[in-house]
């Protein structure tokens, strides 16, 4: 079975400051890891996701994150936070490539102080 | 915009009834899933519909079914609503091949 755990439900970070968001997932198998941004009110958007390949992974919206096999983790981070980040962000992780039930994390608050 | 389009957008049932949530799939995206999310919560994978045939479902009891269509829309209905079922129901649609699942905006379900 796979799992995701979130480290932190709320996170709050100053205009201009760095953003960390911690994922650290629990897969038998190579996993295929994605985060996802949530606005109020509205459906889920892909920020960026691993598969294959280059474990530092470049999404939207100027947010990369790196997949860490021996830490089993999939953080995700942005140099400089701006006001329109805040939202909810989950990370998620599935068996295979888009095909498999994406099982999400808890998600993390993430609100941006002027 | 992901081109996937969910009705109604907001639901409010009693306790008992039944309801059913439709979802447009992006043109050319065979696959549908439909995932709950309660509030404050991440989604939870309900099932997934592949070529008009189920592929895959997770906990859920059997009140909850789907259908999907020639034409790739889906349908997700709930019997004997209970008030736990009250959460924003998403559907995600995807091609085979591809990394990508596409999401909707959601229907809002809330059940007095």
């Known amino acids: 079975a796979q799992s995701v755990t979130q480290l932190g439900s709320h996170v709050s970070v100053s205009e201009g400051a760095l953003v960390l968001l911690r994922c650290n997932y629990s897969s038998s198998v190579p996993p295929y890891l994605f985060w996802y941004v949530q606005y109020p009110n509205q459906g889920l958007q892909l920020l960026l996701k691993y598969t294959t390949g280059a474990t530092l992974v470049k999404g939207i919206n100027g947010f990369e994150a790196e997949f860490k096999k021996s830490e089993t983790s999939f953080h995700l981070t942005k140099p400089s936070a701006h006001m329109s980040d805040a939202a909810e962000y989950f990370c998620a992780v599935s068996e295979r490539s888009g095909a498999q039930k994406l099982v999400f994390g808890q998600g993390t608050r993430l609100t941006i102080n002027p | 915009e992901t081109g996937v389009t969910q009705s109604p957008t907001h639901l409010i049932k009693t306790r008992g009834q039944q309801v059913t949530l439709r979802c447009s799939s992006q043109s050319g995206?065979?696959?549908?899933?439909?995932?709950?999310?309660?509030?404050?919560?991440?989604?939870?994978?309900?099932?997934?519909y592949y070529r008009e045939e189920e592929n895959g479902r997770g906990n859920f009891p059997p009140r909850f079914s789907g259908l999907q269509f020639p034409n790739y829309s889906s349908e997700l209905n709930v019997n004997a609503l209970e008030l736990d079922d009250s959460a924003l129901y998403l559907c995600a649609s995807y091609k085979q091949g591809i990394d990508e699942q596409y999401f909707g905006p959601g229907t809002r379900l809330t059940v007095t």
């Open chain 2, 29 to 48: 995206h065979n696959t549908v899933s439909w995932y709950q999310q309660a509030l404050g919560q991440g989604p939870q994978f309900i099932f997934q």
